[in-house]
Every structure is written in C-alpha cells, then in structure tokens.
Nanobody, 125 residues
C-alpha cells in the first residue's frame, strides 16, 4: 500500500497563494498517478488536478486552470499543488490521492485506492 500525508494548508487572503505538499511512503511512489481533490462542507468531493507518474501529463479542472499548477518530485516522494489567485470559493479540505497509472478515469475519486488525511485551505473574502 501507499501512505499519503498532505501539508501546506492554512488561512490566506483572497488573491493570495499556497503550496500544498503530499508526501508518499510505502510502495514505489513513481509507479502511481497522483491527483488532488477537494471537498467543501456540505458539498461533494470534486476533482482538482492530476499528474502522471512521470510528470509528463497533467490535467486540471476548469475552475483552477491558469491558477493552480500540479507537479511531482519523485526523488522526494512528493507531489505539489501550487495555488495562486485564490478565491473564497477555493475554501475546502484538499486531499491527495494515488492510483496505478491507467486504472480508470483520473477525475473519478472512486478509482483511487490511496488517500491522504486532507489539509484545510481557507480563503478569506
């Protein structure tokens, strides 16, 4: 199995930036595609971004395109989500998730067997 731990969340003013980190342990980190999801209170969990195991392919939800950047550093067993131009609507618990590459659609949370505990991002309005 893969264990994932997120960090980097916090309180930020609208227009500000945060960088989330997700550090993996267990099985080989580079063998897995990684994604970020988020969930606001009372709402369903939604896809944010995904990255292939090599980092050569990235995908973003429409509501974060041009503002968020996903990256990974396999040498450090870490995936990042750089979040810029944050708005109040970005307030949510952000989760990282991992799955074997090619095992289902990357935007479906049900296809991810490994999840972190989540990190809270709060953007003041």
């Amino acid at each position: 199995q893969v264990q994932l731990v997120e960090s980097g969340g916090g309180l930020v003013q609208a227009g500000g930036s945060l960088r989330l980190s997700c550090t993996a342990s267990g099985r080989t980190f580079s063998s897995y595609a990684m994604s970020w999801f988020r969930q606001a209170p009372g709402k369903e969990r939604e896809f944010v971004s995904a990255i292939s195991w090599s980092g050569s392919s990235t995908n973003y939800a429409d509501f974060v395109k041009g503002r968020f950047t996903i990256s990974r550093d396999n040498a450090k067993n870490t995936v990042y989500l750089q979040m810029n131009s944050l708005t109040h609507e970005d307030t949510a618990v952000y989760y990282c998730a991992a799955k074997e590459y090619g095992s289902g659609n990357y935007w479906k949370d049900g296809n991810y067997p490994y999840w972190g505990q989540g990190t809270q991002v709060t953007v003041s309005s």
